[in-house]
Protein backbone atom coordinates (compact mmCIF):
# COMPACT_ATOMS: atom_id res chain seq x y z
CA UNK A 1 0.00 0.00 0.00
CA UNK A 2 0.90 3.73 -0.16
CA UNK A 3 -0.37 6.54 1.72
CA UNK A 4 -0.55 9.37 -0.92
CA UNK A 5 -0.52 11.72 1.78
CA UNK A 6 1.07 12.41 5.54
CA UNK A 7 2.79 14.79 7.31
CA UNK A 8 5.64 13.06 9.03
CA UNK A 9 7.55 16.27 9.55
CA UNK A 10 4.73 17.11 11.77
CA UNK A 11 6.26 17.52 15.61
CA UNK A 12 4.00 15.46 16.79
CA UNK A 13 6.22 12.86 15.44
CA UNK A 14 9.40 14.11 16.80
CA UNK A 15 9.81 11.59 19.71
CA UNK A 16 9.04 8.67 17.75
CA UNK A 17 9.53 9.11 13.64
CA UNK A 18 11.74 6.42 12.91
CA UNK A 19 9.35 3.91 14.93
CA UNK A 20 6.24 5.20 12.94
CA UNK A 21 8.04 4.56 9.76
CA UNK A 22 8.84 0.78 11.00
CA UNK A 23 4.88 0.53 11.81
CA UNK A 24 3.94 1.62 8.00
CA UNK A 25 6.62 -0.93 6.62
CA UNK A 26 5.57 -3.33 9.46
CA UNK A 27 2.11 -3.11 7.98
CA UNK A 28 2.10 -3.37 4.46
CA UNK A 29 2.48 0.12 3.80
CA UNK A 30 5.48 0.64 1.02
CA UNK A 31 5.27 4.03 0.43
CA UNK A 32 4.56 7.18 2.16
CA UNK A 33 3.80 10.54 0.20
CA UNK A 34 5.06 13.32 2.98
CA UNK A 35 3.66 16.78 2.23
CA UNK A 36 5.57 19.44 2.54
CA UNK A 37 3.78 22.57 3.36
CA UNK A 38 4.62 22.53 7.44
CA UNK A 39 4.13 25.83 8.74
CA UNK A 40 4.52 27.73 5.82
CA UNK A 41 6.87 30.15 4.30
CA UNK A 42 9.99 30.34 4.15
CA UNK A 43 10.46 26.77 5.20
CA UNK A 44 9.42 24.97 1.74
CA UNK A 45 11.84 21.82 2.60
CA UNK A 46 9.63 19.68 5.58
CA UNK A 47 9.16 17.20 3.64
CA UNK A 48 12.25 16.83 1.68
CA UNK A 49 14.21 16.91 5.03
CA UNK A 50 12.23 13.80 6.14
CA UNK A 51 12.14 12.37 2.08
CA UNK A 52 16.47 12.60 2.88
CA UNK A 53 16.00 10.49 5.97
CA UNK A 54 13.97 7.51 4.76
CA UNK A 55 14.14 5.83 1.54
CA UNK A 56 10.42 4.92 1.73
CA UNK A 57 9.42 8.65 1.79
CA UNK A 58 8.98 10.92 -0.47
CA UNK A 59 7.56 14.79 -0.80
CA UNK A 60 5.90 16.93 -2.10
CA UNK A 61 6.56 21.01 -1.58
CA UNK A 62 3.66 23.57 -1.76
CA UNK A 63 1.72 26.42 -0.09
CA UNK A 64 -0.79 25.23 2.39
CA UNK A 65 -4.34 27.75 1.56
CA UNK A 66 -3.67 28.85 5.23
CA UNK A 67 -0.35 29.75 5.02
CA UNK A 68 -1.06 32.05 1.69
CA UNK A 69 -0.64 35.47 3.42
CA UNK A 70 3.02 34.49 3.88
CA UNK A 71 3.78 33.55 0.12
CA UNK A 72 6.60 36.17 -1.15
CA UNK A 73 7.88 36.15 -5.22
CA UNK A 74 10.94 34.08 -3.76
CA UNK A 75 8.51 31.83 -2.54
CA UNK A 76 7.91 30.49 -5.91
CA UNK A 77 11.15 30.96 -7.17
CA UNK A 78 12.03 28.34 -4.39
CA UNK A 79 9.19 26.08 -5.18
CA UNK A 80 10.23 25.99 -8.83
CA UNK A 81 13.88 24.96 -7.78
CA UNK A 82 12.80 22.31 -5.15
CA UNK A 83 10.66 20.68 -7.43
CA UNK A 84 13.53 19.32 -9.35
CA UNK A 85 14.60 17.21 -6.10
CA UNK A 86 15.19 13.76 -7.28
CA UNK A 87 12.54 13.04 -4.29
CA UNK A 88 10.05 15.90 -4.98
CA UNK A 89 7.47 13.84 -6.51
CA UNK A 90 4.44 17.01 -6.70
CA UNK A 91 2.90 20.17 -5.86
CA UNK A 92 0.72 20.52 -3.10
CA UNK A 93 -1.34 20.65 -0.80
CA UNK A 94 -2.52 23.94 -2.74
CA UNK A 95 -5.99 25.24 -2.92
CA UNK A 96 -8.80 26.56 -1.08
CA UNK A 97 -9.88 26.35 2.62
CA UNK A 98 -12.69 28.76 3.42
CA UNK A 99 -13.79 26.54 6.84
CA UNK A 100 -10.53 28.30 8.51
CA UNK A 101 -10.03 31.46 6.07
CA UNK A 102 -6.07 31.66 7.97
CA UNK A 103 -5.38 33.63 4.82
CA UNK A 104 -8.00 36.08 3.29
CA UNK A 105 -10.01 34.73 0.23
CA UNK A 106 -8.63 36.88 -2.01
CA UNK A 107 -4.59 35.68 -1.07
CA UNK A 108 -5.47 32.48 -0.71
CA UNK A 109 -7.11 32.72 -4.84
CA UNK A 110 -3.79 34.28 -5.55
CA UNK A 111 -1.50 31.95 -4.22
CA UNK A 112 -3.50 28.90 -5.64
CA UNK A 113 -3.46 30.57 -8.95
CA UNK A 114 0.37 31.34 -8.87
CA UNK A 115 1.08 27.75 -7.94
CA UNK A 116 -1.04 26.32 -10.93
CA UNK A 117 1.21 27.98 -12.98
CA UNK A 118 4.29 26.60 -11.41
CA UNK A 119 2.88 23.15 -11.66
CA UNK A 120 2.07 23.61 -15.01
CA UNK A 121 5.94 24.68 -16.01
CA UNK A 122 7.38 22.03 -13.87
CA UNK A 123 4.73 19.22 -15.81
CA UNK A 124 4.17 17.80 -12.55
CA UNK A 125 1.07 16.76 -10.48
CA UNK A 126 -0.76 18.87 -8.27
CA UNK A 127 -2.32 17.75 -4.54
CA UNK A 128 -5.47 19.82 -3.95
CA UNK A 129 -6.69 20.75 -0.26
CA UNK A 130 -10.11 21.97 -0.47
CA UNK A 131 -12.75 23.15 1.98
CA UNK A 132 -16.09 24.05 2.13
CA UNK A 133 -14.98 25.90 -0.97
CA UNK A 134 -16.19 23.87 -3.44
CA UNK A 135 -16.93 26.26 -6.51
CA UNK A 136 -14.16 28.68 -6.15
CA UNK A 137 -11.24 25.47 -6.40
CA UNK A 138 -13.76 23.88 -8.97
CA UNK A 139 -13.46 27.36 -11.12
CA UNK A 140 -10.22 28.06 -10.55
CA UNK A 141 -8.75 24.49 -11.90
CA UNK A 142 -11.15 24.39 -14.64
CA UNK A 143 -9.29 27.70 -16.09
CA UNK A 144 -6.21 27.15 -15.31
CA UNK A 145 -5.52 23.81 -15.09
CA UNK A 146 -7.57 21.85 -17.06
CA UNK A 147 -6.31 22.92 -20.44
CA UNK A 148 -2.68 22.19 -19.08
CA UNK A 149 -3.91 18.17 -19.03
CA UNK A 150 -2.22 17.98 -16.11
CA UNK A 151 -3.38 15.34 -13.50
CA UNK A 152 -4.01 15.93 -9.94
CA UNK A 153 -5.22 14.54 -6.56
CA UNK A 154 -8.26 15.56 -4.55
CA UNK A 155 -6.70 15.04 -1.54
CA UNK A 156 -9.30 13.79 1.59
CA UNK A 157 -11.95 13.75 -0.75
CA UNK A 158 -14.87 15.73 1.42
CA UNK A 159 -17.58 15.94 -1.57
CA UNK A 160 -20.49 13.75 -1.94
CA UNK A 161 -21.62 11.87 -5.64
CA UNK A 162 -21.83 14.98 -7.10
CA UNK A 163 -18.14 16.61 -6.58
CA UNK A 164 -16.46 13.53 -7.09
CA UNK A 165 -18.22 13.45 -11.04
CA UNK A 166 -16.96 16.37 -11.39
CA UNK A 167 -13.14 16.11 -9.91
CA UNK A 168 -13.43 12.31 -11.95
CA UNK A 169 -14.54 14.57 -15.58
CA UNK A 170 -11.55 16.54 -15.08
CA UNK A 171 -9.10 14.02 -14.97
CA UNK A 172 -8.62 14.01 -11.03
CA UNK A 173 -7.86 11.16 -8.74
CA UNK A 174 -9.81 10.70 -5.56
CA UNK A 175 -8.29 9.91 -2.40
CA UNK A 176 -10.19 9.22 0.59
CA UNK A 177 -8.69 9.45 3.90
CA UNK A 178 -9.54 8.25 7.56
CA UNK A 179 -13.00 10.32 7.42
CA UNK A 180 -14.39 7.04 5.11
CA UNK A 181 -14.40 4.88 8.48
CA UNK A 182 -16.73 7.48 10.07
CA UNK A 183 -20.17 5.67 10.08
CA UNK A 184 -22.17 9.21 9.61
CA UNK A 185 -20.06 10.27 6.90
CA UNK A 186 -22.66 8.92 4.25
CA UNK A 187 -22.74 11.07 1.62
CA UNK A 188 -18.44 10.23 1.53
CA UNK A 189 -19.63 6.77 1.57
CA UNK A 190 -22.00 7.16 -1.81
CA UNK A 191 -18.53 8.77 -3.18
CA UNK A 192 -16.55 5.83 -2.38
CA UNK A 193 -19.21 3.72 -4.48
CA UNK A 194 -19.28 6.02 -7.87
CA UNK A 195 -15.04 6.11 -8.14
CA UNK A 196 -13.78 3.85 -11.18
CA UNK A 197 -11.15 1.74 -9.59
CA UNK A 198 -8.52 3.47 -11.54
CA UNK A 199 -9.09 6.31 -10.35
CA UNK A 200 -8.43 5.84 -6.83
CA UNK A 201 -6.06 6.34 -3.92
CA UNK A 202 -5.63 6.47 0.01
CA UNK A 203 -3.91 8.19 2.34
CA UNK A 204 -3.98 9.09 5.84
CA UNK A 205 -3.23 12.82 6.44
CA UNK A 206 -1.41 11.84 9.69
CA UNK A 207 -1.35 13.15 11.73
CA UNK A 208 -5.13 14.40 11.72
CA UNK A 209 -7.95 12.45 11.24
CA UNK A 210 -7.32 8.82 12.59
CA UNK A 211 -9.58 5.91 10.91
CA UNK A 212 -11.83 4.19 12.85
CA UNK A 213 -10.78 2.04 15.49
CA UNK A 214 -8.25 5.02 16.04
CA UNK A 215 -10.35 8.22 16.13
CA UNK A 216 -9.31 10.86 18.16
CA UNK A 217 -5.61 9.53 18.46
CA UNK A 218 -2.79 10.97 16.88
CA UNK A 219 -2.94 9.34 13.21
CA UNK A 220 0.21 7.85 11.70
CA UNK A 221 0.95 5.65 8.11
CA UNK A 222 0.27 2.46 9.52
CA UNK A 223 -3.21 3.28 9.89
CA UNK A 224 -4.29 3.75 6.34
CA UNK A 225 -4.44 -0.45 6.48
CA UNK A 226 -7.42 0.49 8.18
CA UNK A 227 -8.73 3.19 5.61
CA UNK A 228 -7.95 0.68 2.82
CA UNK A 229 -10.64 -2.44 4.65
CA UNK A 230 -13.30 0.49 4.88
CA UNK A 231 -13.14 2.02 1.67
CA UNK A 232 -13.11 -2.05 0.55
CA UNK A 233 -16.46 -3.00 1.84
CA UNK A 234 -17.83 -0.22 0.40
CA UNK A 235 -17.05 -0.91 -2.79
CA UNK A 236 -17.56 -4.87 -2.81
CA UNK A 237 -13.45 -5.71 -3.23
CA UNK A 238 -11.29 -7.48 -0.87
CA UNK A 239 -8.99 -4.95 0.91
CA UNK A 240 -6.02 -7.08 -1.03
CA UNK A 241 -7.50 -5.68 -4.63
CA UNK A 242 -7.95 -2.15 -3.36
CA UNK A 243 -4.21 -2.61 -1.62
CA UNK A 244 -3.10 -3.15 -5.40
CA UNK A 245 -5.11 -1.41 -7.33
CA UNK A 246 -4.41 2.06 -5.55
CA UNK A 247 -0.99 1.09 -4.94
CA UNK A 248 -0.69 0.67 -9.36
CA UNK A 249 -2.36 3.78 -9.54
CA UNK A 250 -0.10 5.73 -7.24
CA UNK A 251 2.24 4.59 -9.81
CA UNK A 252 0.71 5.86 -12.84
CA UNK A 253 0.23 9.43 -11.68
CA UNK A 254 3.64 10.15 -10.01
CA UNK A 255 6.19 8.14 -11.42
CA UNK A 256 6.07 9.22 -15.03
CA UNK A 257 6.58 12.02 -17.14
CA UNK A 258 4.10 14.67 -18.16
ZN1 LIG B 1 -5.43 19.05 3.40
ZN1 LIG C 1 -2.59 17.29 4.47
Known sequence: M???HCHLDDKRFDADRDAVVERALA??????VSIGTGDGPPDLEVAV???ERYECVLATVGVHPHDASKAAPE????LSELLKHP???????IGLDYHYEHSPRDVQKAVFR???????????PIIIHTREAWDDTLAILDEHLVPAGLPGVMHCFSGGVREAEICLRMGFFISFAGVVTFPKATDLHE???????DRLLIETDAPYLAPVPHRGKRNEPSFVTHTAARLAALRGETAEQLAAQTTANWQY??????
Open 2 to 4: VDS
Open 27 to 32: AGVTKM
Open 49 to 51: RVA
Open 75 to 78: TYRH
Open 87 to 93: KVIGLGE
Open 114 to 124: EQLEIAKSARC
Open 191 to 197: AAKVVPA
Open 253 to 258: LFQRQY
